[in-house]
Each structure stands twice: as structure tokens, then as C-alpha cells.
């Protein structure tokens, strides 16, 4: 159950556009792949807001939610038995139709966000504030967000709607 941010080796089972097949550009030459058997696997997209204030230090301001699925879209006992387990500890734990399009709606703010904040320290209050790097992130969302119509995986939102539900994240 790899929570992480990003694409997964996985990604591209259960997306035909993608051959329905490992991205060697996320696992070159298969080694985790073989590691890791395809049929062991569960996505989970982490939805929580958090910071890392000092070194080992993270800072827990809001959301509680873990997107389950199987890479296949399937709603297996495996996924419903984890659902149940992670909900009765007080998550929200839904289960995916297709955790790849979860996993690029995540990625969708935090491919455009995060390395504008990492470059020059800027917390998302400030890079959503100021027009000419939110008209920058605003472009980069919108090509992400065609690429991942062209792949099978669409977004429902616009950029402006998505920096509405950032801000509300706080800096």
C-alpha cells in the first residue's frame, strides 16, 4: 500500500492509453516491479495537509482521508476489508472506481504547486496570491490536466476551481 505523492510503477495498469503496463520511466529495467508482484498492490492517495517545520518534525493542520483502489478498478475484498480496517480508526477511506485518476488529480496541484514553493521558499498562500506565478501554475495545471484527458484519466475541475480548494489548505 504505497501512500505517496506521484506516480506509482504502476500507473499505467488499467489505463489502456498507456499500454496497461508498468512506466519504466518511474521503475527503469522493472526492479520494483519485480520486487513488489503487481497483484500485491493497492494504490492510496493521501488527502491531508501537512508541514514539515523542522527536521522529523511535521506539522498536522487538516484532512484525514486516504483514497483506496485496486490498480485494475476493481472493488475486491482485499480493498473493502482495508476500507473497513482504516475507517473504524477514524479515517475517511473511500474506495476508487479508478485510483489513477485519483493519483493524477493529487499530482495535478502538487506537480505545479509544490516545485514553485520548493524553488523560493513560498508558502501556496503566496504563489496563489500573486497573479503572474498563479497565471504559471494555472498553465502547467491546464497542459497536466489535457495530458491526462488524453490518457484516460480527466479532470472535472478547472485550475481556479482547484486553487479555491488549495487556499483553503492554508500557507
Not at 500507473?11 to 503496463?21: M, T
Amino acid at each position: 500500500l504505497p501512500a505517496m505523492n506521484g506516480v506509482p510503477w504502476w500507473f499505467g495498469r488499467g489505463v489502456a492509453a498507456l499500454g496497461d503496463a508498468p512506466l519504466q520511466s518511474v521503475d527503469p529495467g522493472g526492479v520494483v516491479g519485480r520486487s513488489i508482484a503487481y497483484e500485491h498492490v493497492l494504490g492510496c492517495v493521501v488527502h491531508a495537509s501537512c508541514s514539515l517545520d523542522e527536521p522529523g518534525l511535521v506539522h498536522y493542520r487538516l484532512g484525514n482521508t486516504l483514497i483506496l483502489g485496486e490498480p485494475s478498478g476493481e472493488k475486491t475484498p482485499r480493498v473493502q476489508a482495508l476500507a473497513a480496517l482504516l475507517t473504524g480508526a477514524g479515517f475517511d477511506a473511500p474506495i476508487s472506481e479508478q485510483i489513477q485518476k485519483d493519483t493524477w488529480y493529487k499530482l495535478w496541484g502538487n506537480m505545479t504547486v509544490n516545485p514553485v514553493s520548493a524553488i523560493t521558499g513560498a508558502t501556496t498562500d503566496l504563489i496563489l496570491q500573486d497573479d503572474l506565478v498563479r497565471a504559471f501554475v494555472s498553465s502547467a495545471m491546464q497542459e497536466a490536466k489535457d495530458i491526462g484527458a488524453r490518457i484516460g484519466v480527466p479532470i472535472d475541475q478547472s485550475p481556479a476551481d482547484r486553487h479555491v480548494i488549495t487556499m483553503k489548505l492554508g500557507p
